[in-house]
């Protein structure tokens, strides 16, 4: 070991002797041979963010501070340095290196060394009542006699110190697996300096640990990258993974990026950051590229923020769900941009998320997809462009979804991509967005949305040939394994004035209405639909479908809800009286969605309803148990010209059974049935 800091200069040779024979110097002799040149080499890089002054003048200045000046005594926020306050106090610095510290046979207090090893530089001191630490290669040194020299610091770790080189070629798994075991183990921050850091091996942070903080000098600046023995063929796993024993809690991640390599290199990771069970964790200023699943994975847990990243130019997803239940998540001004699957794929159930002023643009698939319910889910403030360019497949039915939100009700995250209602999302809020439209056709497919699906203040353009753009996709119980859709309210998404000429919106477009049983367009909401019942009072009623079973249609002797009553008795299936309309007379109605509907109530359970519209066929509305007036309805799309034939109808066990009818409205989808 280097045990002394020679001198130069007469005052050094006066006294080399007496320096050379007690093996050290002390602080007044260190500070007047080495000079202010000496000085600042002894103080550079001892922790991050010191600076260097100039000498201070004040004749009641310390010897400290004519050296290092003011400045230097503390670091860039204003602590301490522990090395200054070591030579004030009358310690003696040494200059040596980690492995001649570890070679130490015999060591004493009121020394400080000083370890030169680039990138690991800083003070150490001997702990003389820790005879247990093990040595972790950054903050704590042991001895082969044992002594434990401990690094002189305050703040948080800086992977460089535990072996860590960032110069695109050594390998620093190792030395950043341990810098964050120590920080977890002490309760420490961790600091990434700006540098390429290889990465051979899962980097494991336990969840179970103690919460850190982990932050680099910037996004460009402090990388992670796979190391180059992977391949796309055989990729890393993952950069950083969470142990996931239980909820990890309170834990923050920015400033630093995670890449392949540049954006057009193979993607050689299947992630960049995952954890199945995540809770108060905060990701900001991340920027994850070169990923071929997704660039952060979040799981179960609650209160976790994405804020200020971004997750572009992965083959797979740009934010995935990893695992049920993820709670009041925040996704806030955030590029996801140019992925390849799903910008934010909600894989699994959720509550009160919300993704709000992102930007949300160029992900192949779709820009956010709900494939299991997300609950109180809302989208606003977002900039939305050109997702869904090759589209969202899916195999029942086998259709392609280009669309910029698609929400869907899947059971299971595992399940094959079928549109289906079993576990639809409730109260979902899509408000006050941007969306410049490009080959996407659908802003919003929605086939899951069971309580409140509102889609207001939207605002699109576009400019090239003239197009349509559909404002919301839907369907029926006969599209897919059937849609469960309920409570649409649309408000002002529009178009601004200069692109009207090319981009006509469409609101709504409906799938599958053939034969398709117990639809509930009649609660739509729609604003600026005309408010019109197109139906007849059912005393204008007449036989329009004949079983040879005529029983009895006629009026009852009481009202409900302000509403003359008709009912049907006599037979077990009589036939259907309902009425006509011409659809040349109603030029304004072409291509509109409309819907049919009415009250009804059974005189006792196991009976149906059966409601009949030219083109769709018979729609079945159930046997229901239930004997209290309800609403039923059917939906169709209005021909441009021909003869269209509305009926109503009751199928019972029992010719004495009898179905009660009230208020016919045929309307507009977007006028609610409720107006009439």
Known sequence: MTDEIRNTGDYAEENES?????????RRKLLASIGMMGAAYAAGNLLQ??????????KDTSVTDSVYGN???????????????????????ITTTIAELRMVTEAREHLVFYVTDSGREGCFYYDPTDLLSADDNGITIVASAGARFKRMFSGSLNIRWFGAKGDDAADDTAAIQQAINTAQLKGHGVYVPSGHYLVSAPIMIASDGAPIRMAGDGVYLSLFKPHPQFTENAPLEVVFKFTDSRVANRFEFTEFGIVSGTIHDPKRMKYGLYAAKLSHTLFRKLCIQGTQLAALGIGYGWCNDVETCELSFNSGDGLLFTAGQVNALNVINTKIFGNGGIGIHMAHESLEAR????????????????????????????????NGASGLAFTNPAISL??????????????????????????????????????????VAGYAAEIGLEIRKNTF?????????????????????????????MRDNDVTSSYRPYLNIVPLQVDDMVLADMPTFHNADIRYTPKVNYAPALEQFQKVRDFGMPGTFAAADHSYRMHSVYSYTGARTPDQWGFYIQAEDY??????????????????????????????????????NSTDWRIISSVFRMPDSGSIKLSVGMIADQASKQLYIAHPVLSEVGAPFEHY
């Open 71 to 93: 400045d230097m005594r503390t670091n860039a926020i204003g602590e301490r340095q522990p090395w200054i306050e070591a030579l004030n106090n009358g310690e003696i610095l």
């Open 587 to 624: 030029p304004e109605l072409a291509g509109k969605y409309l819907y049919f509907g009415m009250y009804i109530k059974q005189s006792h359970s196991g009976m149906n309803a059966q409601l009949f519209i030219t083109g769709n066929g018979a729609n079945t509305q159930g046997y229901a």
């Open 461 to 489: 353009i576009y400019s090239g040939p003239n197009r349509n753009f559909t404002v919301l996709r839907t369907g029926t119980n006969k599209t897919g394994l059937g849609t469960n859709i309920n409570g649409i309210t």
């Open 18 to 26: 007496a320096t050379k024979k007690e093996g050290m110097i002390s």
């Open 355 to 386: 993704i709000q002023g992102c930007t949300i643009e160029k992900n192949e698939q779709c820009g956010i997809y709900v494939k299991k319910g997300a609950f109180n889910l809302g989208i606003h403030n977002c900039y939305f462009e050109n």
């Open 49 to 58: 963010g010191s600076v260097m002054a100039s000498p201070g003048s004040n």
């Open 402 to 443: 280009k669309a910029c939100i698609i929400l869907n009700g899947n059971v299971s995250a595992a399940e094959p991509e079928a549109i289906q209602g079993r576990y639809p999302s409730r109260n979902v809020t899509v408000s006050d967005n941007f969306v410049s439209v490009k080959q996407e056709e659908v802003f």
